[in-house]
């Protein structure tokens, strides 16, 4: 019997496009660029109109972009900066739409070259910084008269700029940018007379004077309808004069923000933010301060006929850690931080709401006192989602060291929790023990394992005096031996006595399926 022969292109498109979609765009162009069918080059079109070539080499760029260009439907392309010079010449006979651009260096000297080629030609902008620390002075080539851009998002550095250093762009309707401050927010608005959504993430530092925005000049804006704000800072007398000025159009606001050493009451919230925007239908809040010398706030002060239009406020305070945080139901934000036990005796409502954080993926526990048992069980059953844990110190507060050494000494878990074996959160895959104390523990290192029986990522430092301990009391049982088997990928935390930490031979007994990451940037 003669035996049939299938070859590739006598597949059917169906089995064509069941395979493309496991492959990615720039292999797609790889392996299919040499095959002179037009079916293929039909079928593959939609597969690669938006290509990743971010981890290709300089030769794959050399080889394969001319035809990108040249041949196919391309609308989105993702690269890093340093090749922004070679595609520049093709870009005038493209379709291409949006870009999105990955920078790695310290200086941004590749990048503003890079910038000057693709501003005339690109619509939608992404600019991703690897390397959070470096330079931020693209403000010139993001902002000219003459760009393209009708969508900028800036993301992993803050952005410096003088105001002689922008234009005005009357194309760009959406910005999201890392900022130093409100002041260069008002001198962005001036000059973006089209702008409909804006997101801010501050950044502020304890010694720096941030100086007041300009309200002399400002021409109200008119389009502006969705304004978010998060990060850090200790000026809410500037977003108050930021809602003043540009409030009167604005339908949806999302304010998730640490304001430091200060806080402030749903009666000055109401008259510094929402009195300002009379066409708001959208609120979602996240506000944290730590301050030492101050009264719990006052749940009365959100129950207002103004308030009771909004989702419903949750206020609760760590009398401990003197934190104090607000916040809006549902809870939008994929992250929780500071979660402690006075959480659970301390929560408020200015009305009556069921708690579930569905949306949460990442929660930060703080022990201002032994976790409890309970404590763990109200995470079990409101953290539905939750992927990673995180044990961290509390807010360092200045100039009370007492209370500070107090905070470090109190141990992580109490006794009831250490003893109970049947809390455990099966969603958990990571869990960051970064508290600077017990973190040699066995026992604290054994319970969290029980908790977690998902895990396989670990963040902690794991020294030689743990070490010790798990060989010590593992002889005769193997949980956490078995445990650590589990384990994918172990992140070593720096902060701790190097003298201390474990050989490569030693670190591969505990974890031998684990790759090892000493990356101390996030710590």
Not at 184 to 191: D, S
Not at 220 to 242: A, M, P, Q, S
Not at 262 to 288: A, F, Q, T, V
Not at 474 to 483: S, V
């Amino acid at each position: 019997m003669m035996m049939i022969k299938t070859q590739l292109l006598d597949l059917p498109n169906e089995l064509f496009l069941y395979i493309f979609q496991y492959i990615k765009s720039s292999h797609l162009i790889q392996i299919f660029s040499e095959i002179k069918s037009f079916r293929i080059q039909a079928l593959i079109q939609s597969f690669i109109s938006h290509v990743d070539i971010s981890q290709e080499s300089e030769q794959w760029i050399q080889t394969y972009v001319p035809n990108l260009f040249s041949q196919q439907n391309l609308i989105a392309l993702r690269l890093q900066d340093k090749y922004l010079a070679n595609i520049s010449q093709y870009l005038s006979s493209s379709d291409i739409q949006s870009m999105h651009v990955i920078s790695s260096d310290w200086t941004t000297d590749i990048l503003k070259e890079g910038l000057d080629h693709i501003q005339q030609h690109v619509k939608q902008l992404w600019i991703t910084f690897t390397y959070p620390h470096g330079k931020g002075d693209i403000a010139n080539q993001l902002f000219q008269s003459d760009s393209q851009y009708e969508y900028l998002n800036i993301t992993g550095r803050f952005i410096y700029f003088d105001y002689d250093d922008i234009n005005i762009c009357t194309l760009l309707t959406y910005l999201s940018i890392e900022l130093e401050g409100m002041h260069r927010v008002f001198a962005l608005i001036e000059h973006l007379p089209n702008l409909q959504e804006l997101k801010v993430k501050f950044r502020t530092e304890e010694r720096l004077v941030q100086p007041k925005p300009n309200l002399d000049s400002v021409i109200t804006h008119n389009k502006l309808y969705r304004v978010t704000f998060i990060g850090c800072t200790k000026y809410f007398d500037h977003l108050e004069n930021f809602f003043s000025t540009f409030g009167s159009t604005i339908e949806c606001l999302t304010i998730n923000i640490d304001l430091m050493y200060y806080i402030i009451d749903g009666k000055r919230l109401e008259n510094g933010l929402l009195n300002k925007m009379p066409c708001l239908s959208s609120l979602d809040i996240i506000i944290h301060s730590t301050a030492v010398y101050s009264n719990p706030l006052d749940i009365e002060t959100f129950r207002s006929t103004t308030w009771q239009k909004f989702n419903p406020i949750i206020f609760w305070n760590d009398t401990h850690a003197h934190q104090k945080t607000i916040f809006t139901l549902p809870y939008k934000s994929d992250r929780f931080k500071h979660l402690s036990n006075d959480f659970i005796s301390s929560w408020v409502s200015n009305r009556s709401v069921s708690l579930c954080f569905e949306h949460v993926h990442t929660l930060s526990l703080i022990t201002t006192t032994p976790l409890t048992l309970e404590t763990f069980q109200f995470i079990e059953k409101t953290f539905l989602n939750l992927k990673t844990l995180e044990l961290t110190d509390p807010i360092h507060l200045p100039e009370f060291e007492y209370e500070n050494e107090r905070l470090r000494n109190i141990p992580h878990l109490n006794d009831s929790f250490l003893l109970n074996r049947t809390v455990q959160l099966l969603s958990v895959t990571k869990f960051s023990f970064l508290a600077r104390s017990q973190y040699d523990n066995y026992e604290i290192f054994h319970r969290f394992l029980h908790l977690l029986p998902n895990l396989i990522y670990l963040q902690m430092y794991i020294g030689r005096s743990l070490y010790r301990e798990i060989l010590t009391h593992e002889h005769d049982k193997n949980f956490i031996m078995n445990a650590l088997v589990r384990i994918k990928l172990l992140q070593m935390v720096h902060f701790y006595d190097e003298k201390n930490i474990l050989n490569n031979e030693e670190i591969h007994y505990l974890f031998p399926n684990a790759q090892i990451l000493f990356d101390y940037d996030d710590i």
